[in-house]
């Protein structure tokens, strides 16, 4: 048994079929099932311009408890009232089929934007799934490409920790592969993960847990956790929940590297470091505007250790920052200090850029505070794989 699949902490079922919605025989309905009802946390995307799944997903989970989650379909965003009955009618159908209310399923759908489900095959995929539920790696891979979109590979990961005395397991997969700059309040609407565990926890501290996770990680649209409580550890001392946050929070980051490795084109990916700020919000702040910057990622792109787009880039970030006071690394060399560049070998540099993974370190001089995020390089093949998304 594979240590990374979604059914590994214990109580839950899963199913991939496939329906006629993709246009290759791939499965594209998906259904992941807890025994008996979660607790059920998830945090969404603040875009304004989201999908009818997300509006759904919301009031549905606002009790904490929740038997599963169905995905299917294209975006369902911008469709009107009909998106809003669509999502509705796929929990109702989901619930008749394994025996809950629909208040206790979490719709979700990716794809594009603007067009109406194909009910008709989804319901039919619904049925068929609910039937082909099943507990092994088999069924959870089956799960992970029904959620899939434009993605190379599936994603997935997972941990165990010891919490009083008992074994606790974690394990998620996800989706988004044009995800080059994964946040949640970005444009970037279509990253979609689906977490798993066994621990006993409070509806509360579970979505407390997961949005501390998820924010120290790929903070990013529609993420969602079921906790089926099998494993008997509870996570009421805060001991507990911190040994549980900090394996979430593993298996998140694990997440957000694969997405991010899986950029639309992308040939790296790029880790962004940022210490030494004022604060935490002005920590992220800065990593995100260096992570989110074209100018920046064609940088990288190209192995050029254009420093000034990065200083650039921190210094748009709209929180306090002196470059006078920070200091760049690329790739392990220092490139600038003290508000000017440093002397460097920018030929031996460009060729360490030239890697699978590439390092980007800033220390801003201001304080105590430091994040981490993962992004990728921004290529050719990037924008013509968007260019032709739709037509």
């Known amino acids: 048994m594979t240590s990374q699949h979604l059914l590994w902490p214990r109580g839950f079922s899963a199913a991939g079929v496939y329906s006629g919605i993709k246009t290759r025989p791939t499965a594209d309905v998906g259904l992941l099932v807890c025994d008996t009802t979660a607790v059920g946390a998830a945090v969404f995307t603040t875009n304004k311009v989201c999908a009818a799944p997300v509006h759904v997903g919301r009031r549905h989970v606002a009790s904490g408890r929740l038997r599963g989650v169905v995905n299917s379909g294209n975006a369902n965003a911008c469709t009107g009232k009909q998106g809003q009955a669509d999502a509705l009618e796929m929990c109702r159908l989901t619930a008749d089929r394994i025996g809950c209310r629909p208040s206790e399923i979490l719709p979700s759908s990716t794809g594009i934007i603007g067009h109406h489900l194909p009910m008709p095959k989804i319901r039919r995929?619904?049925?068929?799934?609910?039937?082909?539920?099943?507990?092994?790696?088999?069924?959870?891979?089956?799960?992970?490409d029904a959620?899939?979109?434009?993605?190379?590979?599936?994603?997935?990961?997972?941990?165990e920790v010891k919490i009083g005395g008992k074994t606790v397991r974690i394990a998620g997969v996800c989706k988004?592969?044009?995800?080059?700059?994964?946040?949640?309040?970005?444009?970037?609407?279509?990253?979609?993960a689906y977490l798993t565990t066994d621990a006993q926890?409070?509806?509360?501290?579970?979505r407390e847990l997961l949005m501390?996770?998820?924010?120290h990680s790929f903070n990013a649209v529609t993420v969602c956790i079921l906790a089926?409580?099998?494993?008997?550890?509870?996570?009421?001392a805060p001991a507990a929940a911190r040994t549980?946050?900090?394996?979430?929070?593993?298996?998140?980051?694990?997440?957000?590297?694969q997405i991010a490795a899986d950029g639309e084109g992308a040939t790296k990916i790029v880790t962004i470091q940022v210490s030494g700020a004022k604060n935490e919000a002005a920590a992220k702040a800065i990593a995100r505007a260096i992570a989110n910057s074209p100018l920046v990622k064609c940088a990288m792109n190209g192995n050029d250790p254009n420093w000034g787009r990065i200083v650039s880039a921190a210094g748009m970030a709209g929180v306090p920052f002196d470059p006078q006071k920070c200091v760049l690394t690329l790739a392990g060399t220092v490139v600038f200090k003290s508000?000017?560049?440093?002397?460097?070998?920018?030929a031996a540099v460009s060729r360490t850029l030239n890697a699978k993974e590439v390092r980007v370190r800033l220390d801003c001089g201001l304080g105590r505070h430091a994040t981490t995020v993962w992004t990728c390089d921004l290529s050719k093949q990037y924008v013509t794989i968007n260019a032709d998304y739709h037509t």
């Open 212 to 215: 501390s996770a998820s924010d």
């Open 228 to 236: 089926s409580g099998q494993s008997g550890a509870d996570l009421h």
């Open 201 to 206: 926890v409070t509806a509360p501290d579970l």
């Open 244 to 257: 549980f946050g900090a394996a979430l929070e593993q298996v998140c980051q694990d997440l957000a590297r």
């Open 125 to 144: 995929g619904i049925a068929a799934a609910a039937a082909a539920l099943g507990r092994t790696a088999h069924h959870a891979m089956l799960f992970c």
């Open 339 to 346: 508000g000017q560049p440093v002397q460097f070998n920018a």
């Open 147 to 159: 959620i899939l979109t434009t993605d190379t590979c599936r994603k997935c990961a997972a941990a």
């Open 176 to 192: 988004g592969s044009g995800m080059i700059g994964p946040r949640l309040d970005s444009n970037h609407a279509t990253l979609l």
